[in-house]
């Protein structure tokens, strides 16, 4: 066995060890309660689960807080917790940063660059980001990946599913099996910066015409598989932002936030899966800094397809169309009933999109979005014995409930139905298939197999 392998299995000891302790005392207080014939107490359990997680940082915590904006994906209680989770895990410190940037660079790294901070920027659940400047006085990030990521990343994933198994035996509504494995293609593939690279010189180019969004440029000279070098954008957080600027602006910058995550998806079938908040900044002409390209999801034309159709299905009161559309989703066996509970929630999202007038993204100014309605629905699948949730579905449900909150946050009215048409209506669904595999192939992507 090589160092490397040693090193490996260690790691992943040594996470098992601290992720079984810290779930596992979780699941001891409910089994007791099962156990002593105790009503079970969804909330204390939540609550406790938030508690384990909130210590560990790293991939399990960010699956946590993916799951808690994913509408039935976890119980109530469990996603009203979790979405208090934060991804800011203390940075490494410099004699860290000085062996991973020799190890990626060599010897000589200090000397491609005429300034470097050793104080991280930012720090994350994968890896930290330190600002640079090249020898032409261009501001740099350099994004560096923590160490041990990847036994890091496979301990968790297994112990994710003893998260899964917990709220399982009270709750039947969700099998999350296909969660967890879109959750684990995800999470390996962001271990990966040089796919990350690809990601990021995608978007740039998928996004060239919008003069609202902001994509950092790559340098491939100073990136690697665990460092990733772009150019260094400057903008304000999101949240600031909302609270400072006038209502003009709140709304350009909830534009430029919708064509950023919906030109990609609606033009070549491609959506950034986070939408967290870290991940972008605000300009003070209310153009939109986009950031971290690692969870991205590319969907086959028939799904992007299938979104579209269940709009005009809900608009025209067509079941058959819209049972279509789920099964083209991946869904399956959909009975009346399951269509009638899914399209509780489907109606939720699409009703901004619905009407030609300007407003709100929602009525409501609740902070948990769609929580009521998500929990009728959740009760609906119970009373059906449940539902298996294809894995496609898992990040495009993420991206419109992450970005339905940042709209309720600038408090924007727009006329939704009209910004949402001129996207479905500028790009010929028919040739999708074509946009979306000259893109992929250009930036040396897999092109998604039909669904």
């Not at 015409?209 to 954008?233: I, N």
């Not at 030109?263 to 003070?284: A, E, K, S, W």
């Not at 699409?350 to 609740?366: G, T």
Request: with cysteine; hydrophobic share 40%.
């Amino acid at each position: 066995m090589t160092d490397d392998e040693r090193a490996t299995v260690r790691g992943q000891v040594g996470r098992y060890g601290r992720v079984g302790a810290a779930v596992g005392g979780a699941a001891f207080r409910m089994a007791g309660q099962r156990y002593l014939g105790r009503p079970a107490d969804p909330e204390r359990n939540a609550a406790d689960l938030k508690a384990a997680l909130g210590g560990l940082k790293g991939p399990l915590m960010k699956a946590a807080q993916i799951l808690a904006t994913i509408p039935d994906a976890l119980p109530a209680d469990y996603a009203r917790e979790l979405s208090e989770l934060q991804a800011n895990a203390p940075p490494m410190g410099w004699p860290f940063v000085r062996r991973r940037m020799a190890a990626e660079l060599g010897d000589d790294w200090r000397d491609k660059f005429a300034e470097f901070d050793r104080t991280a920027a930012r720090a994350a659940s994968l890896g930290q980001v330190h600002k640079a400047t090249s020898h032409d006085g261009a501001p740099l990030a350099c994004k560096l990946q923590y160490p041990d990521m990847a036994s890091t990343v496979a301990a968790d994933l297994n112990q994710l599913k003893l998260v899964f198994s917990l709220y399982r035996r009270y709750d039947s509504a969700i099998d999350p099996s296909q969660i967890h494995a879109e959750l684990a293609e995800r999470l390996t593939e962001e271990l990966d910066y040089r796919r990350e690279a690809r990601h990021t010189k995608l978007y740039g180019a998928m996004l060239a015409d919008e003069a609202g969004v902001d994509v950092p440029q790559v340098d491939d000279t100073l990136s690697s598989g665990r460092l990733l070098t772009t150019g260094w954008l400057e903008g304000q957080p999101m949240a600031t932002f909302a609270e400072t600027a006038d209502p003009e602006a709140r709304k350009a910058a909830a534009l430029n936030m919708f064509r950023a995550w919906y030109v990609p998806f609606y033009g070549y079938g491609v959506i950034h899966g986070d939408p967290h908040l870290g991940n972008y900044t605000v300009n003070d002409d209310a153009t939109i800094n986009l950031y971290d390209f690692g969870c991205i999801r590319v969907f086959p034309p028939n799904f992007v397809r299938g979104v579209i159709d269940l709009y005009h299905a809900l608009r025209e009161g067509d079941r058959d169309r819209a049972a279509h559309a789920y099964e083209s989703w991946g869904f399956e066996d959909i009975s009346n009933e399951l269509l009638d509970a899914l399209n509780i929630w489907a109606e939720f999202l699409y009703r901004p999109l619905m009407e030609d007038k300007v407003q709100r993204i929602q009525e409501s100014e609740s902070g948990l979005y769609g929580a009521n309605i998500a929990h009728q629905v959740q009760a609906k699948l119970r009373e059906l014995g449940g539902v298996t949730p294809p894995r496609e579905f898992v990040l495009m449900d993420r991206a419109a409930v992450g970005l339905g909150s940042v709209f309720l946050r600038l408090r924007a009215e727009l006329n939704w139905h009209r910004v949402f048409h001129e996207l479905i209506d500028t790009f010929d669904v028919d040739g999708l298939d074509d946009r979306q595999a000259a893109v992929l192939t250009a930036h040396d992507l897999e092109v998604p197999a039909a669904g």
